[in-house]
């Protein structure tokens, strides 16, 4: 059955074995060309319908009035002796080049004359055009006007960001005007936050739901117990924090050279690199210095785990949240650079703790042998064989094992499964709850595992199934989708956290 499955595996992928594949998780999206083609043919069947009276789309005039235009990269190439020009009458010739300047100073003093025209399209044609479609014609069209002769023109004004690299969320910069809730919202964080001892427990039962992306720095530090709640003492406390974590660089980050530490920074220096590599944000080298400095010093301090692969992934949600406390435009874009020295320590060393407060609640995923991770993926196995026995049973047919998918959900808190700004508002509520990155982890990753229940009874072969676990379709996941995640995940510990024996086999 194994060999009839694997034949048929092969005999239906169009790539060779071994052969570079495009990956189709949260971290590596897939560039679909029948997306493009289908949008070129939508695009073609609208320019294409006939109209019943005079006034033409913007394309159709703008092809009439210049449709005798020579193009400036063919020109340059033609032999311009030959007898096919010589026989040219130069009446028409003239008259024609008028003409056509004629046509083009009117649309140059009228921009938007084609436009306006396109609005007029008969209702029973039923063609319509968006807001932002209209934009992007005219944008077109004064650039071609401005250039006529130049066939392409590259203004790249910043990276193109893939939709899977995106870090703002709905309270970012560029999104839209805060609703009324949400204004309200924002307001009793405040007043929570700016209390002379902030209820620590009406902040978490706030939290839960997500934290406004104002407030989301300082609400971070008084969950993982960086900050005390009481207002008196929070600067002084993060300047003496700070002052430690230095002390701490001074003292211990050259012994990064030493023989008995080289195998750790070396690894370090490896993984550093590799982390959200479709990001702008994490190549920059200031920014993998700083990431070297938390990683190599947490390291020293936890000898009994050391540095494992997953943990600097850990580091991105804080530095992203803690970096946008003093950048208002687009995080992924900012370059680091114009941001001043004291500005850059405070962020390096707030990420710094607020990571070794995170780590101290899992530090069992990473000493020898991984127990934490082991004992997890095995309750996370009888979980599952108790809500959802047909895919339980559907693993077992296809020989899957949970480890072989569900390690890297436990060993990076599934940020590979996720975008980025997806990881931020999960963490938002794992803050909030109490063991949320440990206990609730696992909830959390039931509830993910049975949200794609009808495409794993899809697969009927291992290799399929593989495939799918580890590059789960999240790539368009927002906010609302992380809602509904933790909403189920919440019901699941609901019903099972105080009645373990339910999924005790």
């Known amino acids: 059955m194994a060999a009839e499955n694997s034949k048929q595996f092969w005999k239906r ?18 560039l679909d060309p029948r997306l493009t083609k289908n949008f070129i043919k939508e695009r073609s069947k609208v320019n294409s319908i006939p109209l019943k009276n005079k006034k033409a789309s913007s394309f159709h005039e703008f092809a009439r009035n210049t449709s005798d235009a020579w193009d400036i990269g063919d020109d340059e190439e033609e032999d311009f002796s030959s007898p096919s020009f010589q026989t040219l009458n130069s009446k028409v010739a003239l008259a024609t080049a008028a003409q056509v300047l004629e046509n083009h100073s009117k649309l140059r003093v009228k921009p938007e004359r084609s436009q306006s025209t396109t609005s007029d399209v008969p209702a029973n044609h039923k063609v319509t055009k968006s807001s932002s479609d209209a934009q992007l014609s005219r944008n077109s069209s004064d650039t071609c006007l401005r250039n006529p002769l130049h066939k392409q023109q590259s203004l790249p004004l910043r990276p193109i960001i893939p939709l899977v690299a995106r870090i703002s969320d709905q309270n970012a910069s560029g999104a839209p005007p805060m609703t009324v ?10 007043q929570l936050l700016s209390s002379h001892n902030t209820d620590l427990d009406e902040l978490r039962k706030c939290s839960w739901p997500g934290v406004p992306r104002e407030v989301r720095p300082v609400t971070w530090r008084l969950l993982s117990g960086y900050l005390p709640a009481n207002t008196e003492r929070r600067k002084l406390t993060l300047q003496r924090k700070r002052e430690e974590y230095f002390g701490f660089i001074e003292q211990y980050y050259d012994s990064r050279n030493e023989e008995h530490h080289q195998d750790t920074y070396r690894q370090i220096h490896i993984d550093i690199p590799r982390t959200n590599p479709l990001i702008p944000l994490f190549q920059q080298p200031l920014v993998q210095e700083i990431f070297e400095r938390i990683l190599f010093i947490w390291a020293i301090r936890h000898p009994a785990s050391g540095y494992v692969q997953g943990i600097n992934d850990l580091v991105t949600p804080f ?7 003093y950048v208002e435009e687009d995080v992924e874009n900012f370059d680091v ?12 060393a707030d990420s710094f703790w607020c990571m070794s407060k995170l780590l101290d609640g899992i530090q069992d995923n990473y000493t020898f042998a991984q127990p934490g991770i082991q ?37 990076n808190l599934l940020m590979r499964e996720l975008p980025l700004r997806c990881t931020i508002r999960l963490w938002d509520t794992y803050q909030s709850e109490p063991e949320g990155f440990s206990h609730f982890h696992l909830y959390v990753c039931a509830a993910f595992l049975i949200k794609w229940r009808k495409e794993i009874l899809d697969e009927e072969d291992f290799q399929g199934l593989l495939m799918l676990l580890q590059n789960l379709p999240t790539i368009h996941w927002g906010n609302e989708e992380i809602g509904l995640l933790l909403a189920e995940a919440y019901r699941l510990k609901y019903m099972f956290a105080d009645a373990p024996n339910h999924y005790r086999r």
């Open 337 to 348: 650079t114009n941001l001043s020295q004291d500005m850059l320590r405070s962020i390096e």
């Open 181 to 190: 809730r949400e204004k309200t919202r924002l307001e009793k964080f405040r």
């Open 375 to 411: 004992k997890k993926v095995k309750a996370l196995e009888e979980l599952v064989s108790r809500i959802d026995e047909q895919v339980h049973n559907h693993f077992r047919r296809y020989e899957v094992e949970y480890l072989q998918f569900a390690f890297r959900w436990m060993n």
């Open 319 to 325: 530095f992203v949240v803690f970096l946008s406390e």
């Open 13 to 30: 992928s169009a790539k060779l074995p071994g052969s570079i594949q495009p990956v189709y998780g949260a971290q590596h999206p897939p």
